[in-house]
């Protein structure tokens, strides 16, 4: 039994990376036409921060979206294959 759970988490992990390596473009597409770019705060008010991230500005944020819309998919898909196969779905 620990080796078919190995094996499913191994095979549920490929699936997820799978699955977001294909939303990705996408979502990167979706956040560049409709302008969700991050913000750096301003030199004068925070020097040492703009120091750092300046270079950041303009990147499209919200990609942690893509995890989240993966994980709730697969278990949206397998809560379905759940309620209409019995056996190892359910498990």
Not at 11 to 24: K, M, N, Q, R, Y
Not at 36 to 58: D, L, M
């Amino acid at each position: 039994m620990l080796v078919f759970q190995t094996i499913r988490i191994i095979v549920l992990t490929t699936i997820a990376f799978l699955v977001a390596l294909a939303i990705t473009p996408i979502w990167y597409r979706f956040l560049r036409e409709s302008g969700v770019k991050k913000q750096i705060r301003e030199a004068k008010r925070t020097p040492v921060y703009h120091k750092f991230h300046e270079k950041k500005a303009g990147t499209p944020t919200a990609g942690g979206v893509i995890f989240w819309l993966t994980a709730l998919t697969l278990a949206l898909v397998f809560w379905m294959l759940s309620m209409f196969f019995d056996g190892r779905w359910d498990y």
